[in-house]
C-alpha cells in the first residue's frame, strides 16, 4: 500500500496565533498532528518541535526511546519511540527556557508498513477512518469528560456542552511518565485517514466532516471545505485537517523499487 496526502492548518476567527502544526511524509508513511498549550508563542513552540523531532527521527537511525511493547509490531514501537524522543526534547526545551516553562501539545501520529497501520496519540487531536461510506474515529480523547463518559458520571451529549470539556488528562511535553496510546489495524484499497486537531471537531459532527470529504472534487478541496465549515459556526480555535489516501501500490512502482533495490 502507499498513501498520498494532504494537510491544512488555519488561524481561526478568534486565537491571535496558530499553536497547530502539521507533517505529512508521503514516502515514509508519516502523517502527524499536534495542537500546543501553554500560551504566548509557547504553545505554537511545543508543537512545532514536537513535529520537527518527529519528522528528523524518522529520517535518521531510529534509536530505541522507552521500553519496547512487545504486544505491537516494530512499526508502531518505532513511531512510539519517536514521541518519547519529541516528549524529551518538548520537557528539555522548556526546562532551559523559563518563558517557555509548562509548554505542552497534543499528538496524533500514524505510520503506515505495507498495509499496516500504526496509531499513536497523547491528547484530544484526532484520528479517524474513512471506509465504505463510514466513518470511524480510531483515537480516545485524553480529556476529564472522556474521563467522566467512560466513567459514566456524565452521557456524550452533556460532554459536548461541558466547559471543561478541552481540559486534557495528557499532553505531550508536560512529564517525562507521558505515554502514548498505541494501537494498529490493517488497511485496505481506498481507505482515506483524516487527522485533525479539536478545533476541528469541537465545531462540526463527524457526519459532516465525512458528507465533506466524499463530496469534494479532491482532498485538497475537502481540507480546505473543513476549515471553511468550522469558521463558518464560529472557528475558535485552530483548525488542522490532514487527509491521507491508502491506494495499492501500481505494479511498475514495485517494479521500480524491485530496480532499485537490484542497484544497491
Not at 516528549?87 to 499496516?116: C, D, F, W, Y
Not at 466513567?151 to 451529549?157: P, R
Not at 469541537?202 to 472534487?217: F, H, K, Q, T, Y
Request: glycine content about 8%; aromatic content about 6%.
Amino acid at each position: 500500500m502507499q498513501i498520498t496526502a494532504t494537510g491544512k492548518t488555519d488561524l481561526g476567527l478568534v486565537r491571535s496565533n496558530n499553536e497547530d502544526n502539521f507533517y505529512l511524509d508521503e514516502k515514509t508513511g508519516l502523517l502527524l498532528v499536534a495542537d500546543g498549550m501553554g500560551g504566548h508563542a509557547s504553545g505554537e513552540t511545543a508543537s512545532k518541535l514536537a513535529v520537527t523531532v518527529m519528522r528528523d527521527y524518522f529520517h535518521g537511525p531510529q534509536i530505541q526511546f522507552g521500553k519496547y511493547n512487545y504486544s505491537y509490531s516494530e512499526a508502531t514501537n518505532r513511531l512510539n519511540s519517536a514521541i518519547n524522543f519529541a516528549n524529551l526534547a518538548v520537557l528539555e526545551a522548556a526546562r532551559e527556557s523559563p518563558q517557555l516553562r509548562g509548554m505542552g501539545t497534543t499528538i496524533v501520529a500514524v505510520h503506515l508498513n505495507g498495509n499496516k497501520l500504526s496509531i499513536a496519540h497523547i491528547g484530544d487531536s484526532r484520528a479517524y477512518l474513512i471506509r465504505a461510506g463510514s466513518i470511524e474515529q480510531l483515537t480516545h480523547d485524553h480529556t476529564l469528560v472522556n474521563e467522566q463518559i467512560k466513567s459514566e458520571m456524565i452521557t456524550a451529549k452533556e460532554a459536548a456542552q461541558s466547559a471543561m470539556k478541552n481540559i486534557l488528562t495528557k499532553a505531550l511535553g508536560i512529564s517525562e511518565d507521558t505515554e502514548a496510546e498505541l494501537d494498529e489495524l490493517t488497511v485496505f484499497n481506498d481507505d482515506i485517514l483524516l487527522l485533525c486537531s479539536d478545533g476541528l471537531n469541537n465545531m462540526i459532527r463527524d457526519e459532516a466532516m465525512l458528507d465533506i470529504i466524499l463530496s469534494s472534487p479532491h482532498h485538497d478541496a475537502a481540507c480546505a471545505s473543513l476549515i471553511n465549515a468550522a469558521n463558518e459556526l464560529g472557528g475558535w480555535d485552530n483548525i488542522t485537517v490532514v487527509i491521507g489516501h491508502i491506494k495499492k501500490k501500481k505494479w511498475h512502482f514495485a517494479l521500480f523499487k524491485l530496480m532499485e533495490a537490484f542497484r544497491r
